[in-house]
């Protein structure tokens, strides 16, 4: 079966910079897309970054130019470093994979919490 872990999420202060690992186990058939989603308390999950078998990357407007996602040629691994991070980027943050077919998998996720 498939799993993935998260971890790397904790306290930081406004300003301050984190990086989330995610570490794949299991076989995923045709990997297409790695990324990694965030949902904070009373709001909707949303797509914060992504990236392709053509390392293409992608990333919502309010992250962009400080966040960084990557992922390992294996596709057993994926991380995003968060910079200049603000108080609106506290929320819980998944990893996920998306096979060829659009299915999903997700990890079980980490918080991480912005605050002076």
């Known amino acids: 079966q498939v799993q993935l872990v998260e971890s790397g999420g904790g306290l930081v202060q406004p300003g301050g910079s984190l990086r989330l690992s995610c570490l794949a186990t299991?076989?995923?058939?045709?990997?297409?897309?790695m990324g990694w989603y965030r949902q904070a308390p009373g709001k909707e999950r949303e797509l914060v970054a992504d990236i392709t078998r053509g390392d293409k990357t992608n990333y919502v407007d309010s992250v962009k130019g400080r966040f960084i996602i990557s992922r390992d040629y294996a596709w057993k691994t994926v991380g995003l470093q968060m910079n200049s991070l603000k108080p609106e980027d506290t929320a819980v943050y998944y990893c996920?994979?998306?096979?060829?077919?659009?299915?999903?998998?997700w990890g079980k996720g980490t918080l991480v919490t912005v605050s002076l």
């Open positions: 996920y994979v998306r096979d060829s077919s659009g299915l999903d998998y």
């Open positions: 299991g076989s995923i058939f045709n990997p297409n897309v």
